[in-house]
T-cell receptor, first 113, second 112 residues
Framework: SQTIHQWPATLVQPVGSPLSLECTVEGTSNPNLYWYRQAAGRGLQLLFYSVGIGQISSEVPQNLSASRPQDRQFILSSKKLLLSDSGFYLC????????????FGPGTRLTVL | GQNIDQPTEMTATEGAIVQINCTYQTSGFNGLFWYQQHAGEAPTFLSYNVLDGLEEKGRFSSFLSRSKGYSYLLLKELQMKDSASYLCAVRPVYNQGGKLIFGQGTELSVKP
């Protein structure tokens, strides 16, 4: 069966510090991968998605970036965090086919102070 | 543009039935998903509709009308553990990585 991992689970960072969040998927090959952010009491905002190694599509302009160095690894980064980057970051995966369901990882709760 | 509307919050009684509505206006349509999200946790998949009609899965059912841009999630025999946020999401196109557009979610409170 497939599993998705994210770490860290929680993170408190000062404004201006760098960020690296990692997501890995097990039990599948060539998945589509996604990064979402959820602000308190709000819906999910898609940040990035990837359909293969090195292929990243950005959905919103921001100071975040994403990379996919391996087939089942997806990384979210920032060089300098802003207060507005606080939120719940969720990684998701799906099979690369029409109608595939997205399954979410446990998430990382980021607080920028 | 892309727009998905759901009520912000709903309250229901344990043992009752509740219907959560979702309307959407998207540039295309390739499926509608419902997710459940408990406070502080990740969303979990509930149901998927791509054709008109009702999909039933235990106490949960989901309905879709593509011509009306409308879906609902029906929860029967409500339990306290059903208190959660329910997210409606639409896949506008089948390419572009199969990305989903999410509504803001409906916060359901189940009272004894």
């Amino acid at each position: 069966s497939q599993t998705i991992h994210q770490w860290p689970a929680t993170l408190v960072q000062p404004v201006g510090s760098p960020l690296s969040l990692e997501c890995t998927v097990e039990g599948t090959s060539n998945p589509n991968l996604y990064w979402y952010r959820q602000a308190a009491g709000r819906g999910l905002q898609l940040l990035f998605y990837s359909v293969g190694i090195g292929q990243i599509s950005s959905e919103v302009p921001q100071n975040l970036s994403a990379s996919r160095p391996q087939d089942r690894q997806f990384i979210l980064s920032s060089k300098k965090l802003l207060l507005s980057d606080s939120g719940f970051y969720l990684c998701a995966w799906s099979e690369p086919r029409t109608g595939a369901t997205q399954y979410f990882g446990p998430g990382t709760r980021l607080t920028v102070l | 543009g892309q727009n998905i509307d759901q009520p912000t919050e709903m309250t229901a009684t344990e043992g009752a039935i509740v219907q959560i509505n979702c309307t959407y206006q998207t540039s295309g349509f390739n499926g509608l998903f419902w997710y459940q999200q408990h406070a502080g946790e990740a969303p979990t998949f509930l149901s998927y509709n791509v054709l008109d009609g009702l999909e039933e899965k235990g106490r949960f059912s989901s309905f879709l009308s593509r011509s009306k841009g409308y879906s609902y999630l029906l929860l029967k025999e409500l339990q306290m553990k059903d208190s959660a946020s329910y997210l409606c999401a639409v896949r506008p196109v089948y390419n572009q990585g199969g990305k989903l557009i999410f509504g803001q979610g409906t916060e359901l409170s189940v009272k004894p």
